[in-house]
């Protein structure tokens, strides 16, 4: 298991929060592993439209290429987790790394996430390096 992340001192940080509906419950009692899937995807699409101006989402799109989560502790129904993301210093290339970490209303960690994307040129569906102007914003 991972030390719990947390991001570096002055990093530009994204916040939301999620509450389970009851078709995200297992069989187990507490919120599926799938869910958690859902809502690291779900940050990372949000932190883009808050930060990406809105004349340039359509030039840009991201496909991811791996997600590596660790569970730690079951979010159990009627509880509210908060969720924070932010990137790596700077992409490699066309990839860039985004970190998310799950908590409970306790603070306690419940997942976290290292995820992997790619920056793609939307009108020819090809790999860019992450333009300088992208990572301003999101740094």
């Known amino acids: 298991m991972a030390a719990p992340m947390e991001p570096p001192e002055g990093q530009q940080v994204f ?11 297992d069989a187990n009692g507490h919120v599926n ?12 699409t949000a932190h883009w439209a808050a930060r990406q101006p809105a004349e340039d989402q359509s030039r840009w799109a991201w496909i991811v290429l791996r997600h590596e989560v660790d569970y730690r502790r ?3 129904p009627g509880e509210t987790a908060h969720a924070r993301t932010w990137v790596a ?18 603070g ?18 090809r ?6 102007d992208i990572v301003d914003r999101f740094i």
């Not at 790999?127 to 300088?132: I, L, N, T």
């Open 33 to 44: 592993n799938v869910v958690y899937l859902r809502w690291i995807q779900d940050m990372a």
């Open 89 to 106: 210093r700077k992409p490699e290339g066309p990839r860039f790394d985004r970190y998310v970490r799950i908590d409970g209303p306790d």
């Open 127 to 132: 790999p860019k390096r992450v333009p300088q």
């Open 15 to 25: 916040e939301a929060s999620f509450t389970p509906e009851a078709s995200d419950i």
């Open 108 to 125: 306690a960690m419940c997942a976290q996430a290292v995820t992997s994307w790619c920056l793609i040129d939307a009108a020819t569906g």
């Open 74 to 76: 079951a979010l159990l």
